[in-house]
Each structure stands twice: as structure tokens, then as C-alpha cells.
Nanobody, 119 residues
């Protein structure tokens, strides 16, 4: 089972980016999915999460600007980021809580994608 992220890059303040994270492998079901981020010199922090029934939660710092969604048919989670600020600059990691076809419970991470917001 692996998670592959895409969509990071360099954007000016006020701009938008959309991150994607696709899960693949011997997956029976995916429960929670979401995104963390880690800025240089800081701890990794939760950005947004979404459950299998589409309940969402967000860090206070991104509420009203970021939107998390998922496509269960594609085993993919998205993070639409609008009104980006320089303080959003970080490496963004996706995660998932997965039950495999062998009934194992896994919590893999993506490889990380860099988001840089210039002022």
C-alpha cells in the first residue's frame, strides 16, 4: 500500500493550489484520510482530515481558505488551498487509515510535496 502525492509548487500570496493524494495497493477500505504539513524548524501539524462518511475537520489557521475532499472510487484525497499566505509554506504530507485485503490496519504517509508561497 502506498500514497502518492502531487500538486505542490510555488505560488504568490493570494494564489491557489490543489494537492492530490492517491492510495494504491491491496486496499479493502480507507477510513480517515487527510493532510499534515511541516515547516522548517517546526513540528508537523494537522491541516485537515476527512472521514469515510465525509466529515471534515480543519486547523484553525486554514479554516475558510482550505477545503478537503475525497473520491472514494479513486481512493484519492484532495486539498484545495485558496488565499494562500507565506506562512502556509511547508512540506505537505497526506495520510490514510487503511484496512488491507489481508485485514491488516495500516497508516501510511505520502512522500511529501513542497508548497512555497512567496510574498
Amino acid at each position: 500500500v502506498q500514497l502518492v502525492e502531487s500538486g505542490g509548487g510555488l505560488v504568490q500570496a493570494g494564489g491557489s493550489l490543489r494537492l492530490s493524494c492517491a492510495a494504491s495497493g491491496a486496499i479493502f477500505s480507507i477510513n480517515a484520510m487527510g493532510w499534515y504539513r511541516q515547516a522548517p524548524g517546526k513540528q508537523r501539524e494537522l491541516v485537515a482530515g476527512i472521514t469515510s462518511d465525509a466529515s471534515t475537520n480543519y486547523a484553525d489557521s486554514v479554516k475558510g481558505r482550505f477545503t478537503i475532499s475525497r473520491d472514494n472510487a479513486k481512493s484519492t484525497v484532495y486539498l484545495q488551498m485558496n488565499s494562500l499566505k507565506p506562512e502556509d509554506t511547508a512540506v505537505y504530507y497526506c495520510y490514510a487509515h487503511i484496512t488491507t485485503t489481508g485485514w491488516a490496519s495500516l497508516e501510511p504517509w505520502g512522500q511529501g510535496t513542497q508548497v512555497t508561497v512567496s510574498s
